[in-house]
């Protein structure tokens, strides 16, 4: 009696002082039960997604450190794509968050401009119904498919001119945005965007700037019938954008638009955007993500 008693002391002491070892609760093992009746075709389901979106999601992550490695081989390449020269204001914006520059490349750097658009063959189309329609290159893709465009966002010249704008210093937003520098290309007839509002998903203030590279009507001479448009309190009115023209707004609160294009007509834009603070949060990436898909497709989700 007393061996078979400090036996059971002894198992007792062990469950006190290794609980992981003691006997599982009756709720415990109701659950590993219910656990274990879950089909395994169930578990894949589940599971699946989010292997999948894991491994893209790597494989992205070692795309964008190639892509800054090939962007520093690009600007040792071009070097400084941009010189705004006397075209630069010595001081901010106006009432209305906009300026536009005239003539701010030369036309040698303008035809190399135009020559790499011309390159590219094919575009991701989008079209949100009433809203938008159009052609896009993403940031990521510029780089092999026409790195000038690389290099004229990344021109310091071109970071102090928005700075000078902006009032504060500003950065380039970042390399996993991918329309931090993308190509707009409007070529089929009705091609357009409506009336908006940029949404800022940075923590800083937003700016956009767009040099048109290929702004063509249906004459030689004339431009094409995509018209940048803003509205502000005197009404709506027309921004011409000759190529070589670069304007500069802050776009969460300038509302603009593009008029559809016309048959046999082509413009093409480099669009380049920075902030004041490139922070974000969980939401506002993630925000920025499905705004994204609009223009480059269900592989936005995981940049």
């Not at 964008?64 to 490695?69: K, N, T």
């Not at 210093?169 to 290309?185: G, K, N």
Request: with cysteine.
């Amino acid at each position: 009696m007393v061996k078979g008693s400090a036996a059971r002391d002894r198992r007792a002491t062990s469950s006190a002082l290794h609980p992981f070892f003691a006997a599982p609760s009756p709720s415990a093992v109701r659950l590993a039960a219910r656990y274990r009746e879950v089909p395994l075709l169930l578990w894949i389901l589940i599971l699946a997604p989010l292997v999948v979106f894991a491994v893209l999601r790597l494989g992205s992550l070692a795309a964008y450190r190639r892509l800054a490695w090939l962007q520093e081989r690009i600007v040792e390449r071009f070097g400084s794509r941009f010189d705004p020269g006397n075209e630069a204001p010595a001081t901010g914006f106006g009432e209305t968050p906009l300026v536009t520059l005239h003539q701010v490349l030369d036309e040698a750097r303008l035809a190399d401009l135009r020559e790499a658009a011309e390159r590219i063959v094919a575009v991701e189309r989008s079209w949100i119904p009433g809203h938008k329609q159009g052609g896009t290159v993403a940031y990521a893709a510029l780089h092999e498919l026409a790195p000038e465009c690389i290099a004229v966002y990344r021109a310091p010249a071109l970071l102090a001119l928005c700075a000078r704008l902006a009032g504060a210093p500003v950065v380039r937003t970042p390399l996993h945005d991918q329309s931090s520098c993308s190509l707009l290309v409007y070529e089929r007839p009705g091609d357009h965007i409506g009336w908006h509002r940029d949404l800022d998903f940075y923590a800083g203030r937003h700016f956009t700037m767009l040099l048109p590279l290929i702004n063509g009507g249906r004459e030689p001479s004339a431009p094409s019938s995509a018209q940048l448009e803003v509205r502000d309190a005197g009404g709506a009115r027309a921004i011409p954008t000759p190529p070589g023209t670069l304007v500069v707004f802050e776009g969460a609160k300038v509302l603009h638009r593009v008029t559809p294009l016309g048959v046999g007509e082509r413009r093409v834009v480099l669009s380049m955007t920075f902030t004041t603070d490139a922070r974000c949060s969980s939401l506002q990436g993630a925000l920025r993500r499905c705004k994204d898909v609009a223009f480059f497709g269900a592989r936005a989700l995981w940049s």
